[in-house]
C-alpha cells in the first residue's frame, strides 16, 4: 500500500512539472476535430464523426453528445456511460482524433491564413508553413491565442518563444517591427 502511494505521489510530481500545453493526453476536443469512434463488437456504431461548431458529436443509437471540452479518456468515459445507460451491456470504446482542428497564423507572415495541424508542431514550423517571414517581421513578437474551450471566452494572448508548442485551434501572430 505504501509503495503504491509513494509511486502515485511520484506520478503526480511529474505530471506537476511538464507544461501543461504539451501534454498530449490533455488535449481538449473542439470544434471540427475528426474523430474515430470504436465500440468494439459494434460495427454499427462505430465510425467517423465530427464535432460541430457548438463541441457536439452526432452519434447512432444516443443522439448527440457533447464532447467539446473533453479530453480524449474523458470523451470515451462519456460515451461508454451513456451506451451503458439501457443500450448495451458492459460497452468498450475508444476514441482517436483522425484529423485535428487547424490552427490559425497571422500577422507578419508571406502567407497568413489557417492550416491543417501536425503533431509536434512549434511556431517555427507554423511559420515555414506559412510562407516565413515577411522583412517586416518582428522574430521575437510572437504571441499565441489559445483555441476556447466551447461556451467559454478564448483566454488573453500569450508572449511566446519560437521554439514553444502550437496546438489545433490556435491563433498565432506574428508581429512587425519599426525599424
Sequence with gaps: ????????????????????????????????????????????????????GSGRVALPLVGEVRLGGLTLP?????????????????PRVSIEVTNFRPFYILGEVR???????????????????????????????VEITAAARPGEPAPPPRRVGKDDVVLPGDVVRIGERFF
Design 1 to 52: 500500500m505504501r509503495r503504491s502511494l509513494l509511486a502515485l505521489l511520484a506520478l503526480c510530481l511529474v505530471a506537476l512539472a511538464l507544461p501543461a500545453r504539451a501534454d498530449p493526453a490533455a488535449y481538449r476536443l473542439g470544434p471540427g476535430d475528426a474523430l474515430r469512434v470504436t465500440v468494439f463488437g459494434e460495427d454499427d456504431l462505430s465510425g467517423g464523426f465530427t464535432v460541430d
Design 74 to 90: 474523458e470523451a470515451e468515459v462519456a460515451v461508454t456511460g451513456l451506451l451503458a445507460d439501457g443500450y448495451l451491456r458492459s
Design 111 to 141: 502567407t497568413p491564413g489557417s492550416y491543417p495541424y501536425a503533431a509536434g508542431m512549434t511556431v517555427m514550423t507554423a511559420v515555414a508553413l506559412a510562407g516565413g517571414f515577411t522583412y517586416r517581421a518582428d522574430e521575437d513578437d
